[in-house]
Every structure is written in structure tokens, then in C-alpha cells.
């Protein structure tokens, strides 16, 4: 079966590497995430990752401390995260390398990125860790800058829920969930896909998103060849179409 995608920039939240522990990491998670990505590379994808760090810190609620090291910290938790999932990976079969936005040439890669297109070209995953290398900015924005940079045919958000809604559906039982959105609406409906500022970003440079839940990692392989699992968010002009 041929995959729809190329290449692919897949997000992975903080949260999701904790699994039931909900802090720290769970490598029985991360070897399950490792097993899908695998089958997707093995079908032609290239994929390239971006985590986050809200399983370790979330700068944000710091309370007093200065926001810039606040961020600062996060990521370095992000930092973190990428090694343990490019062992997960390795230990799975695959070649990996963790590029950094902040520099730390002992334990990774400098974000280069003509070298992570060298990478992919030779069937490597890249892991990219320290967001942006800038303070203020999500790792939700640090996945739109690279998926942008590396020419990435989608943005898979894999999160805790299954796509879309209108409203929070952990909290409303009459929750609506949508199949498909344009980016004028997830902005005007305020529908909280992802910050302002990476949806933005998507949307200037016509990189679709994809939302769906990540609590069955065999979710991103059936994204890879196409299957309905989640949400579609795309540049088509008031597109909604509900589930």
C-alpha cells in the first residue's frame, strides 16, 4: 500500500511520553510509538519529529520565576524527551539522529537544515528538540517552523483526543466533532487546535494539519497511508464537514 505522505512532521506531546504515569517517561509508550513510525518509514514515509516537555516542566505555570529561563528549562526537557524517543526508535530498527536548537554537541546534532534533509534523503528519522531555541515560542510553533523548513507534505498534532470538536468533549457530552476545517475557522471559532502563532504559520505557508489521538500509536501509521482517524485542517475556504 503506497503512503499518501512523503514526508511527514509529527508532533509528539510531553504528556503522551508519560503514559499512565502522567511525569516522566514510559518506554513501554515510547517502544509502541516506535513500532508505528517504523512501519511508516518502512512504507517510504520520511518522518521527521518535534516533542514537547510537559511531562517534565511546563514554563508556564512557573509561578514568580522569570518566563525567558522558564523556557529556557522547557527545553531542556524537550531535550531529554528526543533521546529517550530516538532510543525507543533505535531499539525498534530504525536510524535516528536528535538535532537541537540550543546547542549541546555532546549529546546532539546542532539544528542544521540542509543536514536533516541529508538525513532524510537517507531514510533517517530527526528528532528535534529545544523547540525554536527561543523563549515565548510553543513547541506547537517550533513544529510548524520546521515542518516549513523541511518542506514537510503535513503537520501530524497527535494528541489525547481523536480530532476536532466544537467544544471540550472531556468536559460536554454533546461535543461535535469536525473531519474537516479550514484555517479561517479553527482562527475565527477560536477552536484552540494549536496557539495563534503556529497555526498561523501552517496557514501562510499552506502545510495542512492533522489531529488525532495518539492513544493508539498504529493511529499514525493509518494517518501515513490516509485513513480517516482524525481531523483535517487545510486553506479550503469555510470547509466544515462534521463528523
Given at each position: 500500500m503506497k503512503p499518501k505522505y512523503n514526508r511527514i512532521l509529527l508532533k509528539l506531546s510531553g504528556e503522551a511520553l508519560a503514559g499512565d504515569k502522567q511525569i516522566g517517561l514510559s518506554y513501554d509508550v515510547i517502544t509502541s510509538f516506535g513500532k508505528a513510525i517504523k512501519k511508516c518509514v518502512d512504507a517510504g514515509v520520511e518522518v521527521?519529529?518535534?516533542?514537547?516537555g510537559g511531562n517534565f516542566w511546563r514554563g508556564r505555570s512557573s509561578g514568580a520565576?522569570?518566563?525567558t529561563r522558564a523556557d529556557h528549562i522547557g527545553m531542556l526537557a524537550t531535550a531529554m524527551n528526543a533521546l529517550a524517543v530516538a532510543d525507543g526508535l533505535e531499539?525498534?530498527?530504525?536510524?535516528?539522529?536528535?538535532?537541537?536548537?540550543?546547542?549541546?554537541?555532546?549529546?546532539?546534532?546542532?539544528?542544521?537544515?540542509?543536514?536533516?534533509?541529508r538525513h532524510f534523503e537517507k531514510g533517517r528519522v530527526v528528532i528535534f528538540g529545544c523547540g525554536t531555541g527561543n523563549p515565548f515560542f510553543s513547541t506547537?510553533?517550533?513544529?510548524?517552523?520546521?515542518?516549513?523548513?523541511?518542506?514537510?507534505?503535513?503537520?501530524?498534532?497527535?494528541?489525547?483526543?481523536?480530532?476536532v470538536y466544537d467544544k471540550d468533549p472531556h468536559k460536554y457530552n454533546d461535543a461535535v466533532k469536525y473531519d474537516?476545517?479550514?484555517?479561517?475557522?479553527?482562527?475565527?471559532?477560536?477552536?484552540?487546535?494549536?496557539?495563534?502563532?503556529?497555526?498561523?504559520?501552517c496557514k501562510d505557508n499552506d502545510i495542512p494539519i492533522y489531529v488525532f489521538d495518539?492513544?493508539?500509536?498504529?493511529n499514525i501509521y493509518r494517518a501515513c497511508m490516509g485513513e480517516?482517524?482524525?481531523?483535517?485542517?487545510?486553506?479550503?475556504?469555510?470547509?466544515s464537514i462534521i463528523k
Open positions: 521527521g519529529i518535534v516533542v514537547g520565576m522569570d518566563r531499539n525498534c530498527g530504525l536510524e535516528v539522529r536528535v538535532q537541537t536548537a540550543i546547542s549541546m554537541p555532546q549529546v546532539a546534532e546542532p539544528y542544521i537544515r540542509n543536514r536533516a534533509m506547537d510553533t517550533a513544529a510548524a517552523l520546521r515542518a516549513a523548513e523541511i518542506e514537510a507534505d503535513i503537520f501530524f498534532k497527535a494528541t489525547m483526543v481523536d480530532g474537516e476545517l479550514s484555517f479561517d475557522e479553527i482562527l475565527s471559532k477560536d477552536l484552540q487546535v494549536m496557539d495563534l502563532t503556529a497555526a498561523a504559520m495518539l492513544a493508539d500509536p498504529e480517516p482517524v482524525g481531523t483535517k485542517v487545510t486553506n479550503k475556504k469555510w470547509c
